[in-house]
């Protein structure tokens, strides 16, 4: 892809959208012998979030699984919408779109599997872990640095903003609202 053709696509973006097992964890799920299911988290992510939040970009999850845990982390993250429990996930990704008010080619979509391709072919830019599926790391338009469950989130959300030429304007706006100073 030319370099203006990948920078008009990523200038577009309003709306992240990412998968949650192999992305905000990495894919790992422990299910001990009580039946308690538990998965692993990393702050990264959730700084990243609050990144995108003050420079206005939402972010919802897709995830083909359901689980508490991740019902969870969303709501710490300040994520109002988890879809969970689809393998067919562009339904949820149609709702999403309609929710934000923004198109399909206004969508960053992070994912790493297989039930991931239909919302990769159908979103304006996909983003995928250097760990993710053969044929989705075929598919994506950038393959993150970090893997799964080590921060991508952030990695896409400062991607994101950097491109756009928004990334230092949000840290001055982040240190106003945030630490106040």
């Known amino acids: 892809m030319e370099k203006a053709d990948f920078l008009d696509k990523i200038n ?16 790992t799920i422990h299910i ?7 998965k692993q988290f ?18 919802a999850l897709l995830s ?5 845990a991740t019902t969870i982390r969303a709501r710490e993250m300040g994520i109002p919408h ?9 339904e949820d990704f149609v709702k999403l779109c309609e929710i934000y008010n923004v198109s399909a080619d206004e969508v960053a979509y992070i994912g790493d599997g297989l039930i991931d391709i239909p ?7 996909a983003f995928s872990p250097p760990n ?12 993150t640095k970090r893997s799964g469950g080590t ?26 609202e945030v630490y106040k100073g």
């Open 151 to 176: 921060g991508v989130l952030q990695e896409v959300v400062e991607f994101i903003l950097k491109a756009q030429n928004r990334f230092d304007e949000t840290i001055i706006k982040m240190r106003k």
């Open 32 to 38: 001990h012998s009580d039946g308690i299911e538990s």
């Open 64 to 68: 083909g699984r359901y689980s508490e």
């Open 119 to 125: 919302v990769i072919e159908k979103s304006g830019i």
């Open 82 to 90: 988890c879809f969970q429990g689809k393998l067919n996930k562009i």
């Open 12 to 27: 577009k973006i309003k709306l992240i959208i990412s998968d949650v097992d192999g992305i905000l964890t990495d894919a």
């Open 42 to 59: 990393t702050v990264h992510d959730g700084a990243g979030s609050a990144t995108a939040r003050i420079a206005g970009i939402p972010i």
């Open 132 to 143: 993710s599926h053969p044929l989705i790391l075929e598919m994506t338009d950038v393959i």
